[in-house]
């Protein structure tokens, strides 16, 4: 049989010093909880989205995503992913407004997007300095998952510094994992620390886990952001080229005294691009890129960026295993 302890079985631990010291702390907890999403959630938005392809009604949660105002005047952030190919954007604020929202750009490379709302003292929240944050610090999410409004839920900073594919195939280098629990909907929602600024902007979700969500760095996010107001997209550099990894000979490496163990096979060189310019050629593999290390198309990607383009710079290549070093100005990438 089973027994259960009633109140009544229990022994009376209330004078203890422990037990004590424990109800403050979850009191502390749970005041520091309810003063954030007090203060935070009439600068978060539910975004409503129709997209190419569907029609004006949509199921439940579909179509439905989170953001936050960061000026007065309407600038709201959320996810690319979610605004991407919307012919309809509608903002919903928590005092029942709604307004049309207008993209001012976006970047899938960072899963980051930027509307505007035509309307004037708005409240916002303010951008954290997340190289400040340490793995353990309370975590507070605020978006619409499945399409209810306002949800809070609450945990820590899980792990920092986590690399995420975003939907463009570039990696995002500077992710925050939490356990505050995300869910569909949450997508571009703030994930804001215990003074109700913004940590991260929700980004991704692995359903098949438990506990394990992402969001954006707020240090990134907000030089995207920046980036998107003043030009409507982030700048990179592109040379033109598309290949796969392979792994190199280990004698290959021994003989050139090589820092990487793979390198990018170019299978195919655009027409009139910096690499066909440059002299490259399919079959020719890539192995460095202005003397650092390239062993993957993540880290060519990651050399490429907005410095690189209009500049000349020198890449690495084995070519019928010789090493050769070819001169190549980065292109922006349209």
Do not use: W
């Not at 109140?7 to 010093?17: C, K, R, V, Y």
Request: charge should be neutral; hydrophobic fraction near 35%; aromatic fraction near 4%.
């Amino acid at each position: 049989m089973v027994q259960f302890i009633t109140n009544s079985q229990e022994t009376d631990h209330s004078s203890t010093p422990s037990n004590h010291s424990d109800g403050e702390l979850l009191d502390a907890y749970s005041r520091t909880v309810v003063q954030v999403a007090k203060s935070s959630s009439e600068a978060v938005v539910q975004i409503k989205v129709r997209k190419r392809g569907q029609g004006r009604r949509q199921n439940n949660g579909a179509g439905t995503g989170s953001g936050f105002i960061i000026s007065a005047n309407g600038y709201i952030v959320t996810n690319s992913h979610v605004v991407k190919d919307a012919i309809v954007i509608e903002v919903n604020l928590q005092d029942g407004r709604h307004f049309n929202g207008t993209l001012i750009g976006d970047d899938p490379a960072t899963d980051i997007a930027v509307l505007r709302i035509e309307a004037t003292e708005l409240s916002t929240l303010r951008f954290a300095d997340s190289d400040e944050l340490q793995a353990g610090q309370l975590a507070v999410a605020i978006g619409n998952p499945y399409g209810f409004q306002y949800s809070v839920t609450a945990g820590v900073v899980s792990a920092l510094g986590r690399t995420l594919r975003s939907e463009s195939g570039r990696l995002i280098d500077d992710v925050i994992q939490t356990d505050a629990a995300l869910n569909p909907g949450n997508s571009g929602g703030p994930l804001v620390n215990s003074r109700g600024e913004v940590i991260g902007v929700n980004t991704a979700v692995i359903l098949r886990a438990q506990g394990l969500c992402f969001a954006v760095a707020s240090n990134l996010a907000q030089y995207v952001v920046g980036k998107l107001i003043v030009d409507g997209k982030v700048k990179r550099g592109f040379i033109g080229i598309a290949g796969q990894v392979v792994r190199l000979n280990s004698k290959l490496i021994r003989y050139h005294q090589l820092e990487v163990k793979s390198g990018i096979l170019i299978q195919n060189i655009e027409t009139n691009s910096p690499a066909y310019h440059a002299g490259l050629q399919n079959g020719d593999l890539v192995i460095g890129y202005n003397d650092q290390p390239v062993d993957s198309i993540d880290d060519l990607h990651r050399y490429l960026n907005e410095d690189s383009i209009g500049k000349r710079g020198n890449i690495l290549i084995l070519r019928s295993n010789q090493k050769r070093t070819i001169g190549i100005t980065p292109a922006e990438m349209k």
